[in-house]
């Protein structure tokens, strides 16, 4: 068995790297869905345009990246009445260390009141419903039953909407207008 049978492989579709010649625990060229990161993404490609790359595995159309940077820059800053701002609030006033604020943020924000299982939740009722107002009506009057009830608890209110409004928040709706007038798509403009 000689050396080069010994090195370790990792393989992925999405992630390659090329070694220093001098060092293989280093990279020279690294590459994502194909594209070399530091040499052409960083010169060409804007943050957005990268972030998209990391979903999707292809670039962006123009129409695609200003979506995002439009959704990108509403979600930015929640501000101070978001669950996740007032759970880090609250670790950091309780005297918790920066790096617990952050995690009891993401773990808030992580959840089913306006985090990402929240957001997960409604992307999945959408693939269900699309724009069809009487599955919407039927959906949310009757929503599905988790599989994992003992991970997630059942959702209390429709995903997307405030449980404690009556109407849509104003930044809320200045968003979707947003989104809606540059989006090429129909879906935008039904919401």
Not at 38 to 43: N, Q, S, T
Not at 94 to 123: H, K, M, Q
């Amino acid at each position: 068995m000689n050396d080069e049978d010994k090195q370790e492989k990792i393989t992925t579709k999405i992630w390659r790297e090329v070694p220093e010649d001098d060092n293989p625990f280093a990279a020279a060229t690294c590459y994502f869905a194909g594209f070399d990161v530091f040499g052409d993404v960083l010169r060409n490609a804007s943050y957005i345009d990268y972030l998209y790359l990391l979903f999707k595995h292809e670039p962006p159309t123009a129409e695609a990246a200003k979506l995002l940077e439009g959704l990108a820059l509403a979600l930015a800053n929640p501000g101070l009445r978001d669950h996740s701002v007032r759970a880090a609030m609250c670790a950091a006033v309780g005297g918790s260390t920066r790096a617990s604020a952050l995690i009891a943020s993401i773990s808030v924000g992580a959840g089913n009141l306006g985090g990402g299982r929240e957001v997960y939740t409604a992307v999945n009722y959408w693939q269900m419903c699309g724009t069809d107002l009487a599955a919407w009506e039927a959906i949310i009057k009757s929503p599905p039953q988790e599989e994992r009830v003992d991970v997630w608890m059942p959702v209390e209110h429709a995903p997307g909407f405030d449980p404690n409004g009556v109407s849509c928040p104003k930044p809320v709706r200045q968003t979707l207008a947003y989104l809606a007038e540059i989006s090429e798509g129909n879906s935008l403009a039904w919401l």
